[in-house]
């Protein structure tokens, strides 16, 4: 059984950072590219950031470009998101994910 289980999340002020982890069982994590996507209160599911399985290379949305980072530790089965630079509007629902199944997520809530 597939299982991706977040962590991490928390309320942080503007300015300050967060890491956020995800634990992937059931599937050879290595094969997989993975991805965190977020949704925000009241809007739709939004694309964050991706790391692919083989080449290892990252990409990310404009929005959190320069301030985030993905990474995975592949023996550990283990993804990462080092959130820094946080903003109110980075306040969402984040969750891993691969192209077929998502997590529960970890709330991320930007506030002074």
């Known amino acids: 059984e597939v299982q991706l289980v977040e962590s991490g999340g928390g309320l942080v002020q503007p300015g300050g950072s967060l890491k956020l982890s995800c634990a992937a069982s059931g599937f050879t994590f290595s094969n997989y590219d993975m991805k965190w996507l977020r949704q925000a209160p009241g809007k739709g599911l939004e694309w964050v950031s991706t790391?692919?399985?083989?080449?290892?290379?990252?990409s990310y949305a404009d929005s959190v470009k320069g301030r985030f980072t993905i990474s995975r530790d592949n023996p550990k089965s283990m993804l990462y998101l080092q959130m820094n630079s946080l903003k109110p509007e980075d306040t969402a629902m984040y969750y891993c994910a691969t192209d077929n199944y998502r997590g529960q997520g970890t709330q991320v809530t930007v506030s002074s």
């Open positions: 790391v692919w399985s083989v080449s290892g290379s990252t």
